[in-house]
């Protein structure tokens, strides 16, 4: 198996990665944002997040 960063070989130590370095800029990423999940928000979550705000404003 190749290093996701470099493509070198990995170490058992940091597996899937070849060095610490190579671990820490992944991590890097995922802090920083340049990796995402994907989603997408659907029509229906926005009408169920609306008629909840709708309720919470009602008194009670």
Same mark, same amino acid.
């Given at each position: 198996?190749?290093? #996701?960063?470099?493509?070198?070989? *990995? /170490? #058992?130590?940091? $597996? #899937?990665?070849? =060095?610490? $370095?190579? %671990?820490? !800029? /992944? !991590?890097?990423?995922? !802090? *920083?944002? =340049?990796?995402?999940? #994907?989603? %997408?928000?659907? +029509?229906? /979550? +926005? /009408? !169920? %997040?609306?008629?909840? +705000? +709708?309720?919470?404003?009602?008194?009670?």
């Amino acid at each position: 198996m190749a290093c #996701p960063m470099c493509e070198n070989d *990995t /170490d #058992p130590k940091y $597996r #899937p990665f070849c =060095s610490k $370095r190579c %671990a820490d !800029l /992944d !991590l890097g990423k995922w !802090l *920083t944002g =340049s990796y995402a999940i #994907p989603f %997408a928000v659907e +029509e229906d /979550d +926005e /009408d !169920l %997040a609306q008629a909840l +705000e +709708e309720e919470a404003r009602k008194p009670h």
